[in-house]
Nanobody, 122 residues
């Protein structure tokens, strides 16, 4: 398992952008990576996932093309570029990783970060 540390969260107005980063304690090349989010009183939901091939991705339908997941395995870092942010995007965002891509649609990933808060004001 990897230790993951997110950064880049903060407060932004609606329509703004943020870029989240997730640095891993080890090599990410063998891992599928993903981002989840959880708002107060709501279940944790998958935002995006990326296969270790660096090409295959999955996005939840509510993203509507506004977010983009990427990875730099040379830096053991995963990114989530978030554009056109909406107040409903406010949540704690978690980075995750797992050696199995088959878990992409589950929340049973092997490694999780501590989360970074994103707050979008109207």
């Amino acid at each position: 398992q990897l230790q993951l540390a997110e950064s880049g969260g903060g407060s932004v107005q609606a329509g703004g952008s943020l870029r989240l980063s997730c640095v891993a304690s080890g090599r990410t090349a063998a891992y599928a990576v993903g981002w989840f989010r959880q708002a107060p009183g709501k279940e944790r939901q998958l935002v995006a996932g990326m296969h270790r091939d660096g090409v295959t991705t999955f996005y939840s339908v509510f993203i509507e093309g506004r977010f983009s997941i990427s990875r730099d395995d040379a830096k053991n870092t995963v990114y989530l570029q978030m554009n056109s942010l909406k107040p409903e995007d406010s949540a704690v965002y978690y980075c995750c990783a797992d050696t199995s891509w088959s878990k992409v649609l589950t929340d049973d990933w092997g490694s999780w970060g501590q989360g970074t808060q994103v707050t979008v004001s109207s």
